[in-house]
């Protein structure tokens, strides 16, 4: 049997465990809930004096696709502003079919959850919460 | 004569359907079950050969109509043991829960307490909290045992002489625990508290004597026996539904309109405000007949066979967790458990992959996983019309999932 979503690079991702934490002193953090299925993230981010990433962290509860988004997101989150991170999700949106396009690594290995619609909500909320962190 | 699974499955059209190359093994039936042929034919006759409005034409087709939905309120009046016109059809469980909630608790002061429990559903809980904001009623809360059970004993310590009413699950859709009624009926008793039971996970697993169990109000869903959706049954004692006042207004539920003043019908009727869902209760109907026909000391213990079957499996895999009671004393096919490691959404989509249908998440129960501090469970809830291989396919796709994702 084929088990397509699950495919070893998200679940690579997920097992990472990239930024999976707290900070001591954060500059923001925000938490996001969805509401229908009870995913859960709270991020935590240090900025610098240009409104920057310096550092970032995040709990999840939540499924593997969530664990795997935080993950690859904090992964490529550091140094980024705001419009960075915008520009980040964008890959997200593509690699879940959501936007026309290619997705830039590490966002391209959720490709399998384009076939999930019910799932990707849970690849983006992560970007939800950082969003609200930032703004 | 033991029970013959593949006389029932036969009934069911949706049971030899293949997805995907799988068959289908469907093991959420907590949150809808499947329908059988006897309710599929009997909307189909009405929609074919009677299909008109109730109680208001006079031409055949009003009388067939007429005929067929007062039919189906008596077998759902004798699938509870109970008369036709205490028997009110509503749009589902949660409308007849609000419908309680609305109506008698209309008749409730600012004070007068609402006992629940930790386990109940949302349906069972938000309705409440919409009177508590309305009429200044308080909600107190049962809780629950480590093994997933309303704990009874702190029953004498909840009930007051203010408690008006205890609206408690018949069986967890969560735990699958069935409650022990007889105790809290005699609880109540002492108070003068009434008794209203959520049977939403109960009436699919057969008949219900609501007489010898000695409550006040009892409510269930169509789609989860074996019915239609957007059909519900509200019963109350009948001394209750003639206190209480209607809940929507409309055509059908009136003695006589004026401008200056309205009388209201007698229950049901008053509490049956417009076109009912005419279609949907013919088939509820038709379940009911279909289920009392059926063998449940058969089904029953087909039943607890496959829920130790599925016990033994998951207690063979590392980390798997039953959530709810150990054994199958006072339970029903409803088994929740957390796999270590593995979100239950994983496991339930992994097992789709499997061609098996579970619900994973919070099941509309979230004071409960707070309690015991779960981001969720899997669900598999089962109906007589599962089988062995329904439950070795589940636990493949357990073991998978927990060899793969964690
Ligand atoms: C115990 C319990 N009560 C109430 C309900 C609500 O039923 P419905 O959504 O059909 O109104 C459910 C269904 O999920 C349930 O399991």
Same mark, same amino acid.
């Given at each position: 049997?084929? /088990?397509?979503?699950?495919?070893?690079?998200?679940?690579?991702?997920?097992?990472?465990?990239?930024?999976?934490?707290?900070?001591?002193?954060?500059?923001?953090?925000?938490?996001?809930?969805?509401?229908?299925?009870? /995913?859960?993230?709270?991020? /935590?981010?240090?900025?610098?004096?240009?409104?920057?990433? =310096?550092?970032?962290?995040?709990?999840?509860?939540?499924?593997?696709?969530?664990?795997?988004?935080?993950?690859?997101?904090?992964?490529?989150?550091?140094?980024?502003?705001?419009?960075?991170? =915008?520009?980040?999700?964008? /890959?997200?949106?593509?690699?879940?079919?959501?936007?026309?396009?290619?997705?830039?690594? %590490?966002?391209? =290995?959720?490709? %399998?959850?384009? =076939?999930?619609?019910?799932?990707?909500?849970?690849?983006?909320?992560?970007?939800?919460?950082?969003?609200?962190?930032?703004? | 004569?033991?029970?013959?699974?593949?006389?029932?499955?036969?009934?069911?059209?949706?049971?030899?359907?293949?997805?995907?190359?799988? @068959?289908?093994?469907?093991?959420?039936?907590?949150?809808?079950?499947?329908?059988?042929?006897?309710?599929? *034919?009997?909307?189909?006759?009405?929609?074919?050969?009677?299909?008109?409005?109730?109680?208001?034409?006079?031409?055949?087709?009003?009388?067939?109509?007429?005929?067929?939905?007062?039919?189906?309120?008596?077998?759902?009046?004798?699938?509870?043991?109970?008369?036709?016109?205490?028997?009110?059809?509503?749009?589902?469980?949660?409308?007849?829960?609000?419908?309680?909630?609305?109506?008698?608790?209309?008749?409730?002061? @600012?004070?007068?307490?609402?006992?629940?429990?930790?386990?109940?559903?949302?349906?069972?809980?938000?309705?409440?909290?919409?009177?508590?904001?309305?009429?200044?009623?308080?909600?107190?809360?049962?809780?629950?045992?480590?093994?997933?059970? !309303?704990?009874?004993?702190?029953?004498?310590?909840?009930?007051?002489?203010?408690?008006?009413?205890?609206?408690?699950?018949?069986?967890?859709?969560?735990?699958?625990?069935?409650?022990?009624?007889?105790?809290?009926?005699?609880?109540?008793?002492?108070?003068?508290?009434?008794? +209203?039971?959520?049977?939403?996970?109960?009436?699919?697993?057969?008949?219900?004597?609501?007489?010898?169990?000695?409550?006040?109000?009892?409510?269930?869903?169509?789609?989860?026996?074996?019915?239609?959706?957007?059909?519900?049954?509200?019963?109350?004692?009948?001394?209750?539904? *003639?206190?209480?006042? #209607?809940?929507?207004?409309?055509?059908?539920?009136?003695?006589?309109?004026?401008?200056?003043?309205?009388?209201?019908?007698?229950?049901?009727?008053?509490?049956?405000?417009?076109? @009912?869902? !005419?279609?949907?209760? !013919?088939?509820?109907?038709?379940?009911?007949?279909?289920?009392?026909?059926?063998?449940?000391?058969?089904?029953?213990?087909?039943?607890?066979?496959?829920?130790?079957?599925?016990?033994?499996?998951?207690?063979?895999?590392?980390?798997?967790?039953?959530?709810?009671?150990?054994?199958?004393?006072?339970?029903? #096919?409803?088994?929740?458990?957390?796999?270590?490691?593995?979100?239950?959404? *994983?496991?339930?989509?992994?097992? *789709?992959?499997?061609?098996?249908?579970?619900?994973?998440?919070?099941?509309?129960?979230?004071?409960? +996983?707070?309690?015991?501090?779960?981001?969720?469970?899997?669900?598999?809830? +089962?109906?007589?019309?599962?089988?062995?291989?329904?439950?070795?396919?589940?636990?493949?796709?357990?073991?998978?999932?927990?060899?793969?994702?964690?």
């Amino acid at each position: 049997m084929s /088990d397509q979503l699950y495919q070893d690079r998200i679940v690579a991702l997920a097992k990472a465990k990239t930024g999976a934490g707290k900070l001591e002193n954060p500059t923001k953090s925000a938490r996001r809930d969805n509401p229908l299925c009870g /995913d859960r993230v709270t991020i /935590d981010v240090r900025l610098d004096g240009q409104g920057r990433i =310096a550092e970032i962290a995040h709990q999840v509860r939540g499924c593997l696709l969530c664990q795997a988004s935080a993950s690859a997101l904090s992964s490529v989150a550091v140094g980024r502003d705001a419009a960075g991170i =915008a520009a980040v999700r964008h /890959d997200a949106e593509r690699a879940v079919g959501r936007e026309e396009g290619e997705a830039a690594e %590490p966002f391209a =290995a959720f490709a %399998p959850v384009a =076939a999930h619609k019910s799932r990707q909500e849970c690849v983006l909320l992560p970007f939800e919460a950082l969003k609200d962190a930032l703004s | 004569m033991s029970f013959d699974v593949t006389a029932v499955r036969r009934q069911f059209p949706i049971l030899s359907q293949i997805i995907d190359g799988r @068959p289908v093994h469907y093991l959420d039936n907590g949150a809808s079950a499947q329908t059988p042929d006897a309710v599929l *034919d009997a909307v189909r006759t009405y929609e074919t050969t009677g299909r008109a409005n109730v109680l208001r034409g006079v031409h055949r087709l009003a009388e067939r109509a007429t005929d067929a939905y007062e039919n189906a309120r008596t077998d759902v009046a004798q699938f509870l043991g109970v008369q036709p016109m205490e028997i009110v059809f509503t749009g589902g469980c949660t409308a007849a829960i609000n419908l309680v909630a609305y109506s008698y608790g209309s008749l409730l002061k @600012p004070g007068d307490r609402i006992l629940l429990s930790e386990l109940e559903h949302h349906s069972n809980i938000v309705p409440w909290q919409l009177l508590r904001a309305r009429a200044g009623v308080e909600i107190d809360m049962i809780p629950v045992t480590t093994d997933g059970r !309303i704990d009874l004993e702190t029953l004498p310590g909840l009930i007051t002489p203010r408690t008006k009413l205890i609206s408690l699950a018949h069986v967890s859709n969560v735990t699958g625990a069935m409650l022990d009624v007889g105790a809290v009926v005699t609880a109540a008793k002492s108070v003068g508290a009434k008794v +209203m039971l959520d049977g939403a996970q109960k009436a699919p697993h057969g008949p219900i004597d609501l007489p010898s169990l000695g409550v006040d109000f009892y409510v269930f869903a169509g789609h989860k026996a074996y019915g239609p959706n957007g059909i519900g049954v509200l019963w109350a004692k009948p001394e209750l539904l *003639d206190a209480m006042p #209607p809940f929507m207004g409309g055509g059908s539920m009136i003695g006589r309109v004026t401008f200056a003043e309205t009388t209201w019908a007698p229950a049901p009727r008053r509490f049956e405000a417009g076109t @009912p869902p !005419i279609g949907p209760a !013919i088939g509820l109907g038709a379940a009911c007949k279909w289920m009392q026909a059926l063998d449940w000391t058969g089904a029953h213990a087909h039943e607890m066979t496959m829920v130790q079957h599925l016990m033994d499996g998951l207690q063979k895999i590392d980390g798997a967790r039953i959530f709810g009671p150990a054994g199958l004393q006072n339970r029903y #096919p409803v088994v929740s458990f957390t796999l270590d490691g593995v979100h239950p959404h *994983d496991v339930a989509q992994t097992l *789709d992959s499997f061609g098996v249908a579970v619900r994973a998440g919070h099941h509309c129960a979230q004071p409960l +996983m707070d309690r015991f501090d779960l981001d969720g469970t899997t669900r598999v809830s +089962m109906a007589p019309y599962n089988d062995g291989s329904d439950i070795d396919a589940l636990l493949t796709g357990v073991r998978h999932a927990a060899k793969t994702l964690r």
